[in-house]
């Protein structure tokens, strides 16, 4: 990530983050990982001695208090090599141990940090069900009052880290339907069952494992609250579990780019190398652009890491940003490389599997689509140039259905589409304007070209829907995912 | 055209759906967002429930401009010439 940009004031010490890390990657073997499912004990416990499990945990608990964007930095030099390590660090820093740093009670943060700090509990978290994924509205684990404490029920899926955590924050519903909160306990509490670990496409060394949770007593502090007025607390983990997704997706990114460029600078076909083939020039030239706008969205996105609305919108951008366009440079590095590249050595088939669940999990991209898509109709949208196109789509939105705009998913999906696209593109003009990362006008003036090519996409696919609607009867949504 | 008595009915429906409350405890006084917990998003898509069900036309400013659900339940009636 422009290691200078998102951290003012922090610069030289994530310089030195990064050198640490740097370090530490060159005894990683993404490779054999995968093939074990499992990251090496003596691996986890360099990190840990590297301090990089207390990053973002504040000093007085043994961390180095530092910021989401110095995590952001570490998590995305860490995903250029190894994407399973990459989510069991970001997890824990994200999702894992942001609630508890935010808003746990003293006595939970005293009893808890300093081992979270120095990698001695891995924290998880753990919101998905069997009946509620992009639902979380419809969870069905309860917490109900037992003495002064409470007691959790409830099965738990798909969570990351859950084999190895020292640590759960679990999200449950006091009463049918009210909105979730976020408990604190022990994966070695008695009625917590740790399942089998999951055989996935990707990020194979990462743990993705199945709880369940019968009976499980907790006392009070357990409990983390947000403020009265302040954005709900799942949001605000979210938004840096996001963020960091984000960040390791930019990583992904940087290395398919990388490969991509080594091999079309060095593969010789029709007399020349790849790269003088007009067709794949081009393409790397539209990655590097479509890479360069996902690093300044990163350090963007950190700019806001304390201020949770501006954060929740950005790292949602973020999210789906990032993980699209690392999708789309590692299948695009997989071309270029021909033949060669499903070949497991060059580690491209690898990152191509690793990058598929980024946009499935922490928010499915198109349930975040659709809800960017609902809240540009009821933000201003912003004056930067890239937004122009966004206000003349949302415009024409709300004159053809007025209130009823809200029903249309499918446009407010669309439309969501293009509030990311504009995101990105001032994101990126911004970092070259400060001549941030590396940045350059010529990557500014490919993204436009890039971006009004899919705005027309998304007009037609909006004149798609119309005759799609109109074969199947106007079909309208309701329950803007939240 | 529904009665008043009806579209009353239907607006507690919806807002309960939305938020978290039973439509016997919701309140024409009670503030959609803070009140009601729903956020911009979903009082807003409340309302474009509202104008599907009841047929009505309200445009994106004017019900940006509705505060609480005794609002809601009178532009409704206004739109449908009952007030
Ligand atoms: C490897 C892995 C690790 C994970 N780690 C964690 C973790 O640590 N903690 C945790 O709590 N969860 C975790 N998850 C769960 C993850 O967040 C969910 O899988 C994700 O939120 C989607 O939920 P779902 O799988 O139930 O899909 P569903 O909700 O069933 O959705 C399926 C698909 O339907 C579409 N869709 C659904 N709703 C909408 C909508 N409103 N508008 C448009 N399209 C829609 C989307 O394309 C979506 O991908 C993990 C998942 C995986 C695979």
Known sequence: MPADGAFDGEGEVVQALLRMVDGLLSEVRPLRNDQHSNLPAPLLSAVAQAGLFGITIPERYGGSGLTLGAAAACVRAIAEVDRSLATTLGLHLGLGTRGLVLFGAPTLADRYLPDLAEGRRIAAFAATEPEAGSDLGALRTRAERWGDGWCLDGQKIYVTNGGWAGLLTVAAVETTGSPPALFVLEPSSPGVLIGREERKLGLRASSTVPISLEGVLVDSAARLAAPVGALPILEQVLSAGRTLLGAGCCGAAATALRLARAHADQRRQFGRPLIGLEVVGREIALFEALAAAADALLAVTCVFAEEPPALARRSAALKVYSSEVAWAIADGAIQIHGGLGVMEDTGLPLLLRDLRVARIFEGANDVLLTRLGAAALTSPVEEAAPYALLRGAVDELKSAHGARAFLRHGALHRLGRLWVIAEAGAALERAVQEARGSATAGHVQIFQAWARGQVLRTQEELVAMEVVEGVLGTKVGRGVPS | ?83
């Open chain 2, 1 to 83: 055209m529904q009665e008043p008595q009806s579209v009353q009915k239907v607006i507690l429906e919806i807002v309960a759906e939305l938020s978290t409350s039973r439509p016997q405890q919701i309140k024409d006084t009670d503030r959609l967002r803070e009140d009601l917990g729903l956020d911009s998003v979903s009082s807003m898509e409340m309302l474009s429930m509202l104008a599907e069900r009841l047929d009505l036309d309200v445009s994106l400013e004017e019900a940006m401009q509705v505060n609480t659900v005794g609002e809601v339940i009178a532009l409704s009636e206004r739109r449908l010439g009952k007030a």
